[in-house]
């Protein structure tokens, strides 16, 4: 990490605020020993005792990647439970994405629904979100897949969710300046529309953080589960086991499932903000042991994709929103502005934060 990150502090020793979060709240409380299997297991028994008489016990929202597929196997393999494997797709799958999740559906043996989402709506949107000029451009997405998930899991009455999140790749969160916006929140979804929208009625499905954060899992008691850090997960490790239990598939970069994500990280917001995610991502790897700085300097001094493969990208992502290469060009160098332009909830969401950090329900730095 360095000083793209605006609000980033170092001691006297020059170490990092991420660091000094990591050393003094997760890894004393982080244990994937004995202490974290009987943990598991006493997760796993309470969610085998609600999903008792019922066809699915928990759901898991897969995309292929590593982290909700070794979730997954988890699930199945070590905990005994019986998941419904869910699918959000957004119009942005990659092939390879798509192979993973067939591989894992086939070998677990488990169900999987997929939720195709109107691509009019999520195409509407995201070009709306392109033109408000703002660094989260993957809040579309993401506000599709969660919307979906919590809305599938409270018709069908699912109230265990297991998810892939976890300190082993994702300890150093990136900070809200780098487009890591804290949920989805209807306030700036709303107003960004109605400023930067084509001026028809938006039916774009979301859930508003406060109703997933209050009344789904508050009132409702959906429970959010996040195994991977009650077992030893390690990136590389984890891929080669999943490669050779089912032929699943790595990918060159976290979040290269999708290709808006992949090209939105590898190109749009390092282009056109200065922002590398990969910054976040390998500090998490440098801080769990799994990569050294040096390494983490040598690959980020290159893009990760190579100049060809960005321009046909850049090509393919205009055409599939149905504007001109021209038309997004004119995107990329428009003002830089943030989610402070816009009406939001902000400092609501913040409050809620705070409050996990302050219950200890969360451990990860947010900024």
Same mark, same amino acid.
Request: aromatic residues 12%.
């Given at each position: ?98 192979? @993973?999740?067939?591989? +894992? $559906? *086939?070998? #677990?043996?488990?169900? %999987?629904?997929?939720?195709? =989402?109107?691509?009019?709506? &999520? ?78 009625? @938006?039916?774009?499905? +979301? $859930? *508003?953080? #406060?109703?997933?954060? %209050?009344?789904?899992?508050? =009132?409702?008691?959906?429970? &959010? ?100 290469? &021209? ?41």
């Amino acid at each position: 990490m360095d000083t793209s990150d605006p609000g980033i502090a170092f001691d006297a020793g020059g170490v990092c605020d991420y660091c000094n979060n990591f050393d003094a709240t997760i890894k004393p409380h982080w244990d994937t020993g004995e202490r974290g299997r009987l943990a598991l297991n006493e997760m796993a028994d309470a969610i085998r005792a609600a999903g008792n008489g019922h066809e699915f016990d928990c759901i898991i929202g897969l995309s292929g990647g590593l982290d909700s597929s070794y979730a997954a196997y988890i699930a199945k393999e070590v905990m005994g439970l019986r998941p419904l494997l869910f699918h959000v797709d957004a119009g942005w799958n990659t092939d390879q994405a798509v192979g @993973n999740i067939e591989k +894992l $559906v *086939d070998g #677990l043996g488990l169900d %999987l629904y997929t939720d195709v =989402v109107n691509w009019e709506s &999520v195409k509407r949107m995201q070009v709306a979100f392109l033109r408000a000029g703002i660094p989260d451009q993957d809040l579309v997405q993401d506000a599709a897949f969660f919307s979906g998930l919590y809305k599938f899991a409270r018709k069908h009455k699912i109230r265990h969710i297991i998810t892939g999140s976890n300190f082993s790749t994702e300890c150093c969160r990136e900070p809200e300046e780098w487009g890591g916006y804290l949920g989805i929140d209807r306030r700036l979804f709303d107003d960004i529309w109605k400023k930067c929208g084509d001026g028809k009625p @938006n039916d774009f499905p +979301l $859930v *508003d953080i #406060l109703v997933y954060k %209050l009344w789904y899992q508050k =009132v409702l008691g959906m429970k &959010v589960h996040h195994p991977l850090n009650l077992v030893p997960y390690i990136k590389k490790d984890a891929e080669d086991e999943l490669a050779r239990l089912f032929g699943w598939q790595r990918f060159q970069h976290k979040h290269h499932e999708s290709r808006f994500t992949r090209f939105y990280e590898d190109y749009w917001l390092p282009r056109r903000f200065g922002y590398q995610k990969r910054r976040a991502h390998f500090s998490s790897l440098i801080m769990t042991g799994q990569m050294t700085r040096d390494q983490a300097l040598e690959r980020i001094s290159r893009p990760e994709m190579d100049e060809n493969f960005l321009k046909k990208e850049f090509e393919y992502v205009a055409h599939k929103l149905g504007l001109t290469v &021209v038309e997004l060009q004119q995107l990329f160098e428009m003002p830089r502005r943030t989610y402070r332009n816009y009406r939001n909830k902000r400092q609501l969401i913040d409050l809620g934060a705070n409050a996990m950090r302050w219950l200890g329900l969360e451990k990860r730095y947010f900024r």
